[in-house]
Every structure is written in C-alpha cells, then in structure tokens.
Nanobody, 128 residues
Framework: QVQLVESGGGLVQPGGSLRLSCEAS????????IGWFRQAPGKEEEGVSC????????YYADSVKGRFTISRDNRKNTVYLQMNDLKPEDTAIYYC?????????????????????RGQGTQVTVSS
C-alpha cells in the first residue's frame, strides 16, 4: 500500500521545538520531492517546506524561514521537519505529500502541486 505516515506532533509551549517524521511505505521516497503542508482550523492548507529528490535543495514558506529545517534520510525512507521557536500560529495538522521530480519546489510548496491523497497527519499545538 502506497502511503506517507506522519508522526511526531504534540503539545508544546511557545518557543519550544518538535521534530516531525514522514515515513513512506509502498514506494521509494528518494525518487520524489517531498513536502510538508499544514492546515489550521478554518484555514486553507498551506505549504510549509519542500525538499527535492536529487540534490536536497529546499523551499520554505516565509513564515517559517529560520525556524524550521527540512531534511531527508533516504536509507530510512523518511523526511523530517525540525521545528524550533514554535509560535501559536504554527498550530495546525501537519501533512506530508509528494510530487514528481519534474515539479519545481515553488510549484509544489507555494501552489500545492502534489499528487496522491494525504494521510491522517500529525497535530501540532503550540500553547502556554
């Protein structure tokens, strides 16, 4: 079964950190761009960060630049999102998705050019 499974979310205070994991099953993750997206209650889904299949180039939304870091471990078929200095506005369900290697990271992250259904996601809540 082809799927991406997210984990690592939780409740954290402002300024805290979390590390999300996105593990692929049923396909080899290294052949795809992988991105993290989030959706807060009452808001549209937005791209947070994306990483390319080949050279590991990355894209970050302005709202998370300098705080979040995306990385991939192809041996573990997993992509990570290290989130530091978390803010209440980061509260959302976080999902990972994939796109074709021919898709630019900007198209993937900024315009949501991905394929496949999203998984259950992982809830991130930033609150004191």
């Amino acid at each position: 079964q082809v799927q991406l499974v997210e984990s690592g979310g939780g409740l954290v205070q402002p300024g805290g950190s979390l590390r999300l994991s996105c593990e692929a099953s049923g396909f080899t993750l290294q052949y795809y761009n992988i991105g993290w997206f989030r959706q807060a209650p009452g808001k549209e889904e937005e791209g947070v960060s994306c990483i390319s299949d080949r050279d590991g180039s990355t894209y970050y939304a302005d709202s998370v630049k300098g705080r979040f870091t995306i990385s991939r471990d192809n041996r573990k078929n997993t992509v990570y999102l290290q989130m530091n200095d978390l803010k209440p506005e980061d509260t959302a369900i976080y999902y990972c998705k994939r796109s074709s290697p021919s898709t630019t990271l900007q198209a993937m992250c900024a315009r949501g050019d991905t394929f496949g259904s999203r998984g259950q996601g992982t809830q991130v809540t930033v609150s004191s």
